[in-house]
């Protein structure tokens, strides 16, 4: 059984103990996400912009940021937090599910 559907279980579960079931599906939700996310350390942040071919502060533009925070994260000053760890982990999967379907922007065929 996968760690949402134990979760869910929990939850539905928690009914006949007086905790509201949605509330408890929510909280389990939110512990998954936290969980299965990326810790995005200074370096793989700093490879990840590469790989985009981005600049520090056409990365910030991209990610909601200024280019003084991108240096801080890839210098190891500041750590992504909860929204912005989601939203490289979205960003990740989606280059390389574009990746996978053919070239490097999705345009062109995978040669091999």
């Not at 600049?55 to 929204?83: D, K, L, N």
């Not at 960003?91 to 490097?104: A, S, Y």
Request: proline share 4%.
């Amino acid at each position: 059984m996968s760690k949402i559907a134990k979760h869910y279980q929990a939850a539905t579960d928690s009914k006949s103990e007086g905790r509201t079931p949605k509330k408890e599906l929510d909280n389990s939700i939110n512990i998954v996400y936290r969980e299965a996310m990326k810790t995005w350390t200074p370096k793989q942040i700093r490879e990840f912009r590469n790989s985009l071919g981005l600049t520090q502060t056409a990365f910030g533009r991209e990610i909601g940021v200024t280019q003084i925070y991108v240096s801080y994260m890839e210098g190891g000053m500041r750590r992504p937090g909860q929204t912005l760890r989601l939203l490289l982990d979205c960003m990740e999967r989606e280059l390389t599910r574009k990746r996978k379907e053919g070239g490097k922007d999705g345009n062109h065929p995978k040669k091999g």
